[in-house]
């Protein structure tokens, strides 16, 4: 197997006993091998961490390490250099998918779309003379939550009720637009309804979603300070972020 997929597995933690016993050879008995290895691994560790900073720090070191390699050696300089380039376009991506896995799990595990206590439905009501506000609860209620995006949407304008925001955001995270959620969210918070309480808890999660897991933090440590709408929850999920 060539030197490249060797260390790409190795970062991925995909090695077979097989490749365990040539990898270890290999550092044993090439060196180009083994700093081409450390090389990759030094990297790993800077692209897992969020700061910028620091990765660039160490690309500038890599590059300076790169111009005292042996030319004389298998990896020359401009191996090397593409070594680095092959770390980012592969260990970075399959970091950055993992780290998406990860804000992925978290948010399902977590979000649970909020009740309609608006306007409740009566059960075996089946009159097709309903109006817009109850088709739109309905159509919540029973999961069809692009048709009640379309109608929250539409009730918003005729009549700026601001919990129209707030469903329709929830409908928008369960069919996991969490873009969209945010702004609906934010406008939410501005204005004063009996919902108003447990907008921080869903906007962290829509933040959860797309990756901002500072504003995440933030938000969920306002539930937590403020001991509001889902604030053990917002505890467990801290926790879980360090």
Known sequence: MKHEELIEKYIQNNLSPIEVKEVKELLKN????????????????????????????????????????NPKRSFTK???????????????????????????ALFASYF?????????????????QQDEKTQAFLAYEKGEYNKAITLFTKLYENT???YYLFYKANALLKLER???????????????????????????????????KQKAKELLKKVIANKSYKNKEAQKLMNEFE
């Open 30 to 69: 090439d060196n180009s091998f083994k700093e081409a290895l450390s090389l990759h691994t030094d990297l790993k560790k800077v692209v897992v961490d969020d700061d910028d900073a620091n990765f660039r720090n160490l690309i500038t070191n890599l590059e300076q390490d790169a111009k005292h390699i």
């Open 78 to 104: 401009w191996l090397v250099a593409a070594s680095i380039a092959l770390l980012f376009g592969l260990s970075y991506f399959f970091l950055l998918n993992q780290k998406t896995a990860s804000t992925n």
């Open 112 to 128: 649970v779309p909020y009740k309609n206590v608006v306007a409740p439905m009566v059960r075996g009501n089946t009159s097709n």
């Open 160 to 162: 700026k009720e601001p």
């Open 178 to 212: 969490a873009q969209e959620a945010v702004p609906l969210l934010i406008e939410h918070l501005k204005t004063k309804d009996t919902l108003t309480e447990k907008t921080n808890w869903y906007l962290a999660l829509a933040y959860l979603k797309i990756q901002d």
